[in-house]
């Protein structure tokens, strides 16, 4: 599936849209440049899954995995700074249920290190506020 998004708004309804989707043991790998929207649709995801209004859903780019208390936890991972060797190291392999909810920005580096339900969602700049959106399952 290809959505447009035309502005910040769309895209965090379209995070809301694929949140409200969601079974649970879902991960979802989040590719595109740096500001093209990933955490906006991590955001909307969040909002979907009833993250706590008062609890701040940001990039993870420092600590490198945040954990928000929702219908399902959602474990919000930025690859960033990461190579593929590094992702075993950060434990994410404790929260593939199907409680959970893992959502990896930068998820090029490490496509092959997950198993399960794959969600990939791909996200393309096109113009100042315009986003090419491709969101496809992936087997697995």
Known sequence: M?????SAEETLTIGKNIGALLKGGEIILLSGDLGAGKTLIVKG???????????PVVSPTFTLVNLYSARYELVHVDLYR???EGVPGLGIEEYMDNNHVIMVEWADVSREYFKGK???????????????????????
């Open 45 to 55: 995801i969040a909002e979907s899954l009833n993250v706590d209004k008062a609890t």
């Open 118 to 140: 794959l969600l990939d969602v791909k996200i393309e700049y096109m113009a100042e506020n315009k986003r090419k959106i491709i969101i496809q399952d992936i087997p697995g």
């Open 82 to 84: 990461i190579d593929l």
């Open 2 to 6: 290809t959505i447009i998004s035309s």
